[in-house]
């Protein structure tokens, strides 16, 4: 499988030249010119590998190998391509180059699908942009409403359809599919911690996916000049938001049971060096295993955040996204294991303390997804990296999946 490894090691380079941020890690913000360019180079990948190559009215890009079964519902792999600001080059990619692997095994063995082979790649997984998170996903399957997706705007004001329009794309296209064409869904993805590393364990089956939402916190007060506003007489903006957002790791202390909370992005209004804040916004990220548990984090951070309704302060809570906790396909899974064993690879069960695009389709086709180590663990940063050999193994046992799940034949 050397041909293999080379193209693996070849695709995740380019992919990472694509970056408004060079040597400072992979920034590819949804319908940015370095999505154009990634998206440009991905397209004609999959044309490379004999796929018919479309896009929806999100921008989402699909190449599919058509099956021998008119009308028969594909098997779908990849993951997303765009990053967080100032990310790594592996996060989304490695899965994308992980559907145009098997695509190109298919070809070279001259494999035949009954039912189609479909690559994915989708937009905005990260939320890095537009907010949220997860929007190619949500889009296809319905979650995102036409409105809803055309209000969504980026904090320089931007909206989504405008920023589209910027690059060429079409968001007059179609977007909801329809969850009969869809016969699986697979996603190959680092695993973003330091698990499997530490075990010495190439692959992850994944058992279930966290739950999540994504608050967005808006504090207002009243601006005023830096000198002459008594302290007593101030409603400052930033200083109650940061007092919150004091407060909220003792929020998930408190719940136990590996609750997380994250405050991870801040826009202070208007931002003057001089000028006491009218206005400071602020994501909320919370996530557990168990849905109660990401329940209650949400009651007692509005809770928290309406306490601060005083002395000229006003607040507000917006729910941004909100996804319970996911279990996979069993017999997905279970195909996982079998390939692995047969392949004498070795793996462990794992839980997923992200969220992925597979949790999205899991509530509308079949789904299975696997998890490669992630060097130290880390992820979301430039230091992120997973090995070729590691992301090889994922796509042989992808590729021995896609087979059964298909219905290839020689």
């Not at 916190?217 to 002459?228: I, P, S």
């Not at 839980?351 to 992925?356: F, Q, R």
């Not at 180590?373 to 193994?393: F, I, N, Q, T």
């Not at 994922?394 to 034949?409: H, N, S, Y």
Request: proline share 4%; charged share 25%.
């Amino acid at each position: 499988m050397l041909k293999t490894r080379s193209r693996i090691d070849s695709q995740i380079e380019k992919l990472s030249e694509f970056t408004a941020t060079p040597d400072k890690g992979t920034t590819r913000l949804t319908y940015s010119q370095e999505d154009l360019k990634a998206r440009n180079y991905i397209k004609s990948e999959m044309r490379a590998r004999g796929l018919q190559v479309r896009e929806d009215g999100f921008g989402n890009i699909f190449g599919k190998l058509e099956g021998t079964i008119e009308g028969a519902p594909s098997v779908m792999i990849g993951s997303h391509f765009d990053s967080v600001p100032n990310g790594g080059a592996f996060d989304g990619p490695a899965g994308v180059v992980a559907g145009l692997e098997v695509a190109a095994l298919f070809s070279e063995y001259n494999l035949k699908p009954k039912y189609s082979l479909e690559i994915v790649a989708l937009i905005e997984e990260e939320g890095s942009r537009f907010g949220g998170g997860l929007m190619g996903s949500r889009g296809i399957v319905g979650l995102l409403s036409d409105y809803e997706f055309a209000n969504l705007k980026d904090k320089s004001g931007v909206s989504t359809e405008e920023a589209m329009l910027k690059i060429g794309l079409d968001p007059s296209l179609p977007r909801k599919r329809d969850p009969k064409t869809m016969k699986a869904f697979l996603e190959l993805h680092i695993e973003q911690g330091p698990i499997l590393e530490d075990h010495n364990i190439p692959i992850g089956v994944v058992e279930a996916i966290v739950g999540l939402t994504q608050l967005e916190v808006t504090v207002t007060g009243q601006a005023g000049h830096a000198g002459t506003t008594p302290m007593n007489r101030r409603a400052d903006a930033l200083a109650a938001a940061a007092a919150i957002i004091a407060q909220l790791p003792n929020l998930a202390i408190d719940e136990g049971e590996e609750t997380v909370i994250t405050a991870g992005r801040l826009n202070v209004f208007p931002n003057g060096a001089n000028v006491i804040p009218d206005k400071a916004v602020f994501t909320v990220d919370i996530r557990s295993g168990k849905e109660d548990h990401v329940l209650n984090m949400i009651e007692k951070t509005k809770a928290l955040v309406e306490s601060f309704n005083q002395n000229g302060i006003h607040t507000s809570v917006e729910k941004l996204l909100y996804i319970q906790p996911k279990k996979l396909n069993e017999e997905i899974k279970s195909l996982f294991k079998a390939k692995s064993n047969e392949l004498k690879v070795s793996w462990i069960p794992i839980n997923s303390g992200a969220g992925h695009d597979a949790m999205v389709f899991s509530d509308f086709t079949d789904v299975g997804m696997l998890f490669i180590p992630s060097k130290a663990g880390l992820s979301h940063c430039p230091e992120e990296w997973s090995s070729s050999e590691h992301l090889e193994k994922g796509i042989q046992i992808f590729f021995e999946a896609a087979k059964v799940l298909t219905e290839a034949e020689g």
